[in-house]
């Protein structure tokens, strides 16, 4: 039995569509893991500068204690 026009014409519009949304996903596969990497990268830094206020902080202390104004 051969396959009407019709047929045809579904059978392509379905396989495309399929390939479509098969690539979509993929794209935004790829855009979400970046996004998460991103976040990361972002979270790490900021942790890396409270890190770095918090040893400042410390050290001045360090240094109000080892050297006491005089007034």
């Known amino acids: 039995m051969a396959l009407s026009r019709r047929e045809i014409a579904k059978d392509v519009v379905q396989q495309s569509t399929e390939a479509a949304i098969g690539s979509a996903g993929h794209v935004v596969a790829i ?20 890190e770095i206020a918090e040893a400042s902080k410390r050290a001045g202390e360090d240094l109000d204690d080892t050297n006491p104004v005089r007034s």
């Open 31 to 50: 855009l979400f893991e970046t996004a998460r990497k991103i976040t990361a990268e972002v979270g790490a830094f900021g942790t890396e500068i409270f």
